[in-house]
């Protein structure tokens, strides 16, 4: 143990606090670990005020989510981007056998990941899949593509983001048996939680206790139990190969300024060779699976929604099979999953905003569109509740508009889709936030403009989000998170800028923003990205009544509540 280069490395100590002596035992092992020359930090999970957490019926599962919360945050308040996990091999086994009993099927079986994104942290910045973004090189009209693939006339740039804490687990291989001989044969004590002793306190315990009896059928023990783990993970990666054959085959446009998803399948017959389609109708059972794995990824891109599961994706895979296999026609309607809606080219007609690039352009030219292989994959339009919901960046001022101007804002995940800051030049009384763009907008956004500079505006409107995905694009509004709206109206505040149309509004207010993390998957040619705008400035003809009160307030002092409302609030339909 002494000649490991593992004694720069932090330790981690979760302290669930759910008895009285874990954080004795806590600081002991925290101790045993300093003899040995290992620094540590003690994590106490806190609990709801009031919480009995033994008492609680899913107990495991509540620990479980608190203790990977409070691992990512001192992750990253540490700067650690790799966490390594202590479960073992007997670990693996009764987690496969916990979800037999819980009637887990498929994937699930595959027990515990080696290696997987920090789980329950989705939306916190450097956490999860976050902050150490990739930078896209722009090219000619806007595309963007991988610095280290093209050379690219304009230096401009599209961040879309990664990094985040792995987890892995290096010790799955290993018995706990095993880990016990080692750690006394190196001198270190081993610590046993005393409440796993107790069969009766968690299913986990229970299945635990089995194991160790060896009083479960042979077909059920851990021997049994990992080899069939073994032979699941195979037939995963071979699966996940074929998919990635079709990815790689497929040419994948993916527009950042709206997230929308165009993608070109290869030829009917490649695709129902990789997928393993055969005549036979009973033999189904591979190809759906592989469509549904292939789906998964493609869902994955546009989707605001935070995990996407092969058990929720419904009939979507039996229906796009026959379609990209050639088998089928494309449907006459979009349909939609995981709040993206799916439309084949030959039923977008004119509202496919396609893009074409200039002859001089260094990015391949994409393959003819055949509309029979031809998906396009977006953002689900909102429903009308949805879109007057406004998540704040910059809250509203506490102390004295006049003399205080703030810095930049949090990353914001907004709609699991686009990270978000903003910051203002200027003081503000009134909160700054970022909602789905709605119908007013479009006319408070052309008003006063020049008839150039609409023109233009419509113009990439069309092509980064035609027809009803253009209210899915966010908006930087500021608004008064305590107004009340009249009956019939809803509060929408006043729109500040367009973020991925780089569209500035107001001139005082700067934003960065950065699409999610994506994997295209495939090469360079085949894949193509189209980045956020440089639109530029509107030609402002004048400032609005509530810019003009707001800023006469941010030099008074006057209370927020005197602003007239804004223009963009509205009865009706947003």
């Not at 709206?258 to 290869?266: A, E, N, Q, T």
């Amino acid at each position: 143990m002494s000649g490991l280069p593992l004694k720069n490395v932090p330790a981690f100590i979760i302290d669930h606090a759910a008895r009285p002596g874990s954080a004795d035992e806590a600081r002991e092992v925290s101790d045993e670990l300093l003899k040995h020359g290992f620094s540590s930090n003690v994590i106490s999970i806190q609990w709801p005020e009031g919480t009995e957490p033994l008492t609680l019926p899913d107990f495991e599962s509540e620990a479980r989510v608190l203790r990977f919360k409070a691992l990512g945050h001192a992750c990253y308040a540490s700067g650690i981007n790799s966490l390594m996990l202590a479960h073992h091999e007997d670990d693996l086994a009764e987690t496969i056998l916990f979800r037999l009993a819980k009637g887990y099927t498929g994937y699930g079986l595959r027990g515990i990941k080696r290696s997987a994104n920090i789980p329950y942290c989705f939306g916190q910045y450097g956490m999860h899949q976050s902050g150490d973004p990739e930078r896209w090189l722009a090219g000619a009209n806007g595309v963007s593509i991988q610095e280290n693939r093209y050379s690219a006339r304009k230096k401009a740039f599209t961040e879309i983001e990664s990094g985040g804490v792995q987890i892995y687990r290096p010790l799955l291989g290993f018995s706990k048996s095993k880990l016990i001989e080692t750690c006394r044969a190196s001198g270190m004590r081993w610590f046993e939680d005393k409440t796993n002793k107790d069969m009766t306190l968690t299913p986990r315990n229970a299945i635990r206790h089995f194991f160790q009896n060896r009083s479960l059928p042979k077909a059920l023990q851990k021997e049994s139990l990992l080899q069939f783990r073994d032979r699941l993970l195979e037939t995963i990666e071979a699966r996940t190969a074929d998919v990635d054959k079709i990815l790689d085959s497929s040419f994948i446009q993916l527009d950042l300024r709206s997230g929308k998803l165009l993608v070109r399948f290869p030829p009917g017959e490649f695709v129902r060779n990789t997928l393993r389609v055969r005549e036979s109708a009973s033999d189904i059972k591979e190809p759906r699976y592989r469509t549904a794995m292939l789906l998964l990824r493609l869902l994955d891109m546009v989707s605001p929604q935070s995990e996407l599961k092969l058990a929720r994706l419904g009939n979507m895979p039996d229906i796009m099979l026959p379609l990209i296999s050639g088998t089928a026609t494309a449907r006459d309607r979009p349909w939609s999953l995981a709040s993206v809606a799916v439309v084949a080219l030959d039923q977008a007609g004119d509202r496919s905003g396609l893009r074409s690039l200039d002859e001089e352009s260094s990015v391949p030219t994409p393959p003819k569109m055949h509309p029979r292989y031809t998906y396009f994959f977006s953002r689900q339009t909102p429903k009308r509740d949805m879109i007057a919901q406004i998540t704040t960046l910059l809250p509203a001022p506490f102390s004295d508009p006049s003399t205080l101007v703030q810095g930049w804002s949090d990353w914001t995940l907004w709609d699991g889709r686009f990270w978000i800051r903003v910051r203002s030049s200027r003081p503000r009384v009134l909160s700054i936030g970022v909602r789905f763009l709605a119908v007013p907008d479009l006319m408070f956004i052309r008003r006063d403009r020049e008839v150039a500079w609409n023109k233009k505006f419509t113009k990439v409107l069309k092509a980064a989000a035609p027809a009803r995905a253009r209210f899915t694009l966010p908006v930087i509004v500021e608004h008064d998170p305590e107004a009340t709206p009249e009956p019939g109206t809803v509060h929408l505040g006043t729109v500040l800028a367009v973020p991925t149309l780089g569209i500035r509004i107001d001139s005082d207010i700067e934003w960065e923003v950065r699409y999610k993390y994506v994997d295209l998957g495939g090469s360079g040619n085949t894949k193509e990205v189209v980045g956020f705008s440089q639109f530029g400035d509107p030609d402002l003809k004048g400032e609005d009544a509530q810019g003009r009160a707001l800023r006469d307030m941010a030099r008074s002092g006057r209370s927020r509540k005197s602003a007239p409302r804004s223009n963009n609030q509205t009865s009706g339909s947003p």
